[in-house]
């Protein structure tokens, strides 16, 4: 029963290179989340996708960030032209659909980007 | 504002000697209260979700409690494997269908055999 797997788990840029992030949910479920956990600040909330839909974008930024979760495949996030500020560990959650059980989070291993 | 505040920032424990981590909080309307535990260089591992004041969760050497302000992480007896950044995190009810996380900054724990 594979968990939330996330890759690649280390991902080195070059200033202005774009960079793609890749989650894979637990089995079964269908909701997303992406946070950024940067040292000394914490885990910050992203974005919040569903299958073919964003349901809430509030915590990306509003240039050069995108993320979607399509019918088929894997949710990605994806950062345009990255800066240094980029460099952080990126995580991927996944819940379940329906009932209270939504509310638990399942955290993948991240994504840690390093941007020279 | 939406905030979580966790205490301590560090913990330095003998094997065997008890303590309690604090999660205070203040958000307008709790819909839950999530405890994780987190190693270096890993994702946040899921302990306990608490939803009410009063509620409490076990497991093994580990216990959560809420109140209407804070939640506390009681942690009896620690063995070595104990040592991690406890985090805590809560979901706001009127966020109605969004589920995002609001995340205190984690108690650093490290338990000495």
């Known amino acids: 029963n594979a968990g939330v797997m996330q890759n690649p788990r280390h991902l080195v840029r070059r200033r202005g290179q774009e960079a793609r992030l890749r989650c894979s949910p637990m089995k079964g479920h269908s909701h997303v989340y992406w946070y950024r956990q940067l040292p000394e600040e914490g885990l910050k909330f992203m974005v919040y996708l569903q299958k073919e839909n964003i349901i809430d974008e509030s915590g990306m930024p509003k240039e050069r960030f995108s993320a979607e979760f399509p019918k088929e495949g894997p949710s990605i996030l994806r950062i345009q032209q990255v800066v240094r500020g980029d460099s952080a560990a990126y995580f991927c959650?996944?819940?379940?659909?329906?009932?209270?059980?939504?509310?638990?989070?399942?955290f993948g291993p991240g994504t840690r980007l390093t941007v020279l | 504002e939406d905030q979580v505040t966790q205490s301590p920032e560090a913990l330095r424990l003998q094997e065997g000697e008890s303590s309690s981590l604090n999660c205070s909080y203040t958000?307008?309307?709790?819909?839950?209260l999530f405890w994780y535990r987190q190693d270096p260089g890993k994702g946040p591992e899921f302990l306990f979700t608490?939803?009410?004041?009063?509620e409490e969760k076990e497991k093994e050497r580990l216990k959560a409690t809420l109140t209407k302000k804070e939640s506390f992480l009681h942690i009896t007896a620690p063995k070595p494997e104990d040592s991690a950044t406890y985090l805590c995190a809560v979901q706001a009810s009127y966020a109605g269908n969004n589920r995002k996380l609001i995340w205190g900054l984690g108690t650093s724990l490290a338990v000495n055999p």
């Open positions: 959650a996944s819940s379940p659909r329906g009932g209270p059980s939504t509310d638990t989070q399942y």
């Open positions: 958000v307008s309307g709790l819909r839950g």
């Open positions: 608490l939803y009410s004041a009063g």
